[in-house]
């Protein structure tokens, strides 16, 4: 298993696997899915080294972005002091392996000099939730945004999870 930075070689695997996490998320959840996302914002986060790849026998299992500063979502947001994790879309060849406890391993590591990881989702999933809270985020509750004209379309007038893991003073 690797963990590595995304590339552009990987953004018609990256939209494949959001178009797999969508379709599953229509099944599973219909009140709440993902948009198609705009292939400008998945250029600049590969461009920007903030979307990544978890590899398992040269198989791309696992995608997600970053990000520094979320403040359309997180109010209380400085810039400085948080990483939020999103979209995270597995492989359904490899479903059920509890990615997100290794992304939460991986971000505790590479969020070092951070006194937050954060994370959202949309929608009351309780299954979710419950699934998140396990893997170490505490859940801070739900409200809907005061704004979201410039996030993707699954944020208009959603409700929000919120979810947060607090480092250390030295990050981890």
Request: charged share 30%.
């Amino acid at each position: 298993m690797r963990i590595l930075n995304s590339t552009e070689k990987d953004i018609g695997e990256i939209f494949r696997l959001y178009k797999l996490a969508t379709a599953f998320q229509k099944e599973k959840f219909p009140e709440n899915q993902w948009p198609e996302f705009d292939r400008r914002l998945i250029d600049e986060e590969v461009a920007e080294n903030r979307q990544f790849k978890l590899i398992i026998d040269n198989e791309i299992a696992c995608i997600w972005a970053i990000s520094y500063s979320d403040p359309e979502i997180w109010e209380d947001d400085d810039g400085t002091s948080s990483l939020y994790i999103h979209r995270i879309a597995t492989n359904p060849n490899f479903r059920g392996h509890n990615y997100v406890m290794m992304i939460v391993d991986w971000a505790k590591a590479f969020a070092k000099d951070k006194k937050y990881i954060r994370m959202d989702t949309c929608g009351e999933n309780q299954k979710l939730i419950q699934h998140y809270k396990k893997c170490g985020f505490n859940f801070l509750g739900i409200k809907k945004l005061k704004s979201a004209l410039t996030l993707p379309a699954h944020y208009q007038n959603a409700d929000v999870c919120y979810f947060e893991i607090k480092l250390n003073e030295a990050g981890v």
